[in-house]
């Protein structure tokens, strides 16, 4: 079973400080691992992925995400938070066992980022 | 625009009727994805497609539920005699599989509304 936990319903920063939202997973196999993020009456949006390599990933609009291992986690991360930020965050994983692993992403129940001006 | 499109945007009916819900993937993308999502929750997969074959479906798949993929493109999610607990929002998603590292890639969903 996989399964994916996000810690925390709503983080706060001001802008042009430094975000971070936190999320561990748990997954059989070697992990592929995804940050998506809503917009209010929107569909999901990529923002980044990891499958191999770098434990450090660059995605869209400034984020990036460390995956660490021997934590099991993948925290999303953004030097300076902007307004235009506040959004809906959700972490993913899948098994990346070609031969067992499940296709489907199973999700976090996700994180509200709220930058105030 | 060449995203993943779903129909109708919104769909509001009384319990017990059927409905139905379309999903148009990226043309070049072989998986196909439904997941449903509930309010202050992240997406639950409900079934996915490689092509036109149904390969996986969840437990949250009632027999009130089918999905259908006939020529590998575009899918339909049926749900019969809806139930108030049905309202959610549906979400399709697709990509491109080459030796499963690639993102899901999903529509702006379907909202259903069971009064």
């Known amino acids: 079973a996989q399964s994916v936990a996000q810690p925390e319903d709503q983080v706060n920063v001001a802008e042009g400080n430094p975000l971070t939202v936190k999320c561990t997973y748990s997954v059989s196999g070697n992990p592929y691992l995804f940050w998506y993020v809503q917009y209010p009456n929107r569909g999901l949006q990529f923002l980044l992925k990891y499958i191999t390599g770098d434990n450090l990933v660059k995605g869209s609009y400034g984020f990036e995400a460390e995956f660490n291992k021997s934590q099991t986690s993948f925290h999303l991360k953004k030097p300076s938070a902007l307004v235009s930020d506040s959004a809906l965050y959700f972490c993913a994983v899948r098994d990346g066992n070609g031969d067992t692993g499940r296709r489907a992403l199973t999700f976090g129940s996700g994180t509200r980022l709220q930058v105030q001006p | ?115």
Request: aromatic share 10%; with cysteine; glycine share 8%.
């Open chain 2, 1 to 115: 625009d060449t995203g993943v499109s779903q129909n109708p945007r919104h769909k509001i009916t009384k319990r017990g009727q059927n409905v139905t819900f379309r999903c148009d993937p990226i043309s070049e993308h072989n998986r196909l994805y439904w997941y449903r999502q509930t309010l202050g929750q992240g997406p639950e997969f409900l079934t996915y497609f490689q092509n036109e074959a149904q390969l996986e479906k969840s437990r949250l798949l009632s027999d009130r539920f089918s999905a259908e993929r006939p020529k590998g493109s575009f899918s339909t999610l049926e749900i019969q005699r809806t139930e108030q607990g049905d309202s959610a929002m549906y979400l399709c998603a697709s990509s491109l599989e080459k030796g499963l590292r690639s993102g899901q890639f999903f529509g702006p969903g379907t909202r259903l509304t069971v009064l």
